[in-house]
């Protein structure tokens, strides 16, 4: 559902109905399928923008991991080390241990790394995936500095039995396959799913770092994936609600080596996740109950890593009025690390609270705030304070000012304060300040709908952590402070006529992240943009369906990224071209389904994302998706 047709129905759809409102009522009316683990996603974040990304395209896209999508759907930067190496996400100038993972409302970045792996996390182990730009301490917790990412499972209860079928097939040995069936009645629904994922990545590649430039084979990127997702939902009655979740994963893979290296590492990645989250509905108010487990192994070569989380939290979403909402709740966490040269555990305490304010129709306000205690100690204090004002409404029109202003925070990571050698115990957390401004418009004109999001945003980051050499080995410290700003803008334009339909989307995002202290032994990093930050980055995509029938053709160019903290080196900008048809049948009810042929990189385009790291050249994909 789009951002603007959900801000309608907080800001107005709660009293009487105006003309806008009623223009934009079939959109608020996909709202009726709630979600436990996503209450406050949306509810307590005016002032910010949580993108969900259509769920029909992740379909198509079932064979990809979520970076990829990511790479492919929306304008956001992923730093990837090669074709499924490791990929880490950047929002709005920020590193990778800045933004926050979700699963089912289950955090899932490494306590030790105090990151995800985006390349990882395959699209089959969830239905719908939501991103929060922007700071959002003060409403799910460390590590939401740049923003947050949040994966979520999605069960109906009345929808009968599905079974899906579904395989990708693709240049360089790729090879996808998926089968999940689900059923759903009046009290109980539940699906399992099974999926493996596998390619070779035996592309060609220029081998910049050789005499000559040669053309090389990759021969060691294999990378092999299963898993299983198994979830579950009940109605205890018709005010009581329980689901559990459970997902099962294993990746092993050949690490990509640098051009002109000879090294052959292999990794291993194991997870446990499992959720079970139980809710009562009242006339006013829902009680909900959440507690997780998230087991992770990394073997890197035989060298062993193992984080443990567990976590147990309970909340209270209560309506006083029309006018009034608020959300209080509290969350525990217990967290075990058993790495290479360490052995630990820590505990962390949180209370949180969120409230919405909508004294006229045309305006919405929420505030949140959060206490985290680390290990007896108290974090920094998180508030937040978001405004939406609808300035501008008519039958056509919705127009919407919107403003924020956050504080959010990172906790040192296990390895941070505790790595031999090198680990520093007495680092304090990161911090920021984030402010932001923007504008929205949606209108809705005979057969065009148009949507626009402008925003602008100004973040300090003081206290980053850096690792930094000393007299005989690297050593973490706070030294580093960051001032990211930037803009974002976002457009959706459809064209409806008959059976026919054109569509243009756009992602824009220009991100300045400067140093403004200079990093310990190289004061030349001083008042320099941050390495891998492009500074700017736009995404467009072209469609047009007739039917079943549906074509695109879509361009992303990222802009040069520095690779050394003096910007004294860089990597080149770069443009890629992809295009790809994809047909949906349904016949007579029985047999539907999807199928697709995708062309990525169509002019060839030799390019590197992240240093002496070689990406695939043209490429080509097929598709099939059948629902029984």
């Known amino acids: 559902m ?7 129905f907080f800001i107005t759809g709660w009293q009487s109905e105006p003309d806008s409102a009623r223009a934009f009522r079939q959109d608020t009316l996909e709202l009726a399928k709630v979600e436990v683990h996503a209450a406050a996603l949306r509810k307590y ?31 956001l930067f992923l730093r990837q080390y090669g074709s499924g190496m490791l990929a880490s996400l950047s929002m709005r100038g920020t590193s990778a241990g800045h933004n926050a993972l979700f699963w089912n409302g289950l955090p899932v970045n490494s306590p030790s790394l105090g990151q995800a792996d985006y390349s990882i996390f395959p699209i ?51 090879w996808h ?14 699906r399992t799913n099974v999926y493996r994922n596998y390619t070779a990545n035996n592309f060609t590649y220029k ?53 002109g290296s000879a090294v052959r590492d292999v990794q291993e990645d194991r997870s446990v996740r499992t959720v079970i989250d139980y809710a009562f509905t009242g006339e006013k108010f829902t009680w909900t109950a959440k507690t997780g487990i998230s087991s992770d192994v990394m073997v890197f070569n035989t060298e062993r890593n193992q984080t443990r989380l567990f976590l147990l939290g309970t909340s209270l979403d209560y309506s006083f009025s029309q006018k009034w909402q608020t959300l209080a ?15 630990s555990q820590e505990q962390r305490l949180e209370l949180y609270q969120a409230t919405n304010f909508k004294p006229w129709q045309n305006l919405g306000i929420s505030m949140q705030l959060r206490q985290l205690i680390h290990e007896g100690e108290a974090a920094p204090f998180t508030p937040s304070l978001g405004v939406e004002w609808a300035f501008l409404t008519s039958n056509r029109w919705n127009w919407q000012l919107i403003s924020n202003l956050s504080r959010s925070f990172k906790i040192p990571t296990l390895n941070d304060r505790l790595w031999v050698p090198g680990g520093n115990p007495d680092l304090i957390p990161e911090k920021s300040l984030s402010k932001e401004i923007g504008l929205t418009s949606k209108a809705k004109l005979s057969a065009f709908s148009i949507e626009n999001r402008l925003t602008y945003f100004h973040m300090g980051v003081d206290d980053w952590i850096l690792w930094l050499p000393n007299s005989t080995y690297w050593q973490a410290e706070n030294v580093r402070s960051v001032v990211n700003q930037g803009l974002e803008y976002f457009f959706k334009g459809q064209f409806k006529q008959g059976r026919n339909s054109w569509g ?41 369906q007739n039917g079943p029938y549906k074509i695109y053709i879509q361009q992303q ?22 295009m790809g048809l994809t047909y949906a049948f349904d016949w007579k009810g029985k047999l539907k389904g999807n199928l697709g042929f995708h062309t990525n990189n169509i002019f060839n385009v030799d390019y590197q994302v992240v240093r002496l790291r070689s990406m695939p050249g043209r490429n080509f994909q097929f598709n099939l998706n059948v629902v029984l």
Request: a negative charge; aromatic letters at 10%; charged letters at 20%.
């Open 557 to 578: 160019w990222t802009s040069e990224r520095y690779v050394t903290t003096d910007n004294q080196s860089l990597l080149a900008s770069y443009n890629l071209w992809d």
């Open 2 to 8: 789009s951002l603007i047709a959900c801000l309608v």
């Open 504 to 544: 243009l989307n756009v992602d824009y995002s220009m991100n300045s992240a400067i140093n403004q202290s200079g990093d310990q032994g190289n004061p030349l990093s001083q008042g320099k943009q941050l390495p891998y930050v492009p500074k700017h980055k736009i995404r467009t995509q072209g469609n047009l």
């Open 329 to 343: 709740g509290i969350r525990y966490s217990h967290i075990k690390g058993q790495l290479a040269t360490y052995d």
């Open 177 to 190: 396959q998926q089968v999940s069936y689900r059923q759903g009645t009046e009290k109980f629904a539940f």
């Open 45 to 75: 974040a005016f002032g910010q923008y949580v993108r969900t990304l259509d769920s029909d395209r992740l379909d198509q896209l079932s064979g990809y991991s979520l970076g990829e999508v990511l790479q492919q759907e929306t304008g």
């Open 207 to 259: 081998d910049w770092a050789s005499p000559g430039t040669p053309e090389k084979r990759q021969d060691h990127a294999r990378v092999s994936q299963i898993g299983l997702v198994q979830d579950i939902a009940f109605k205890i009655s018709r005010k009581q609600t329980l689901n559990a979740n459970l997902w099962i994963n294993s990746n092993d893979r050949q690490i990509q080596p640098l051009l």
């Open 124 to 174: 089959g182990g969830f239905d719908e995936v939501n991103i929060h730009y922007g700071s959002s301490g003060a409403l799910y917790g460390t590590d939401a500095i740049g923003g947050s990412v949040h994966l979520s499972s999605d069960l109906d209860f009345n929808s009968g039995n599905e079974l899906k079928i579904g395989t990708l097939l693709g240049s360089f040995g790729r």
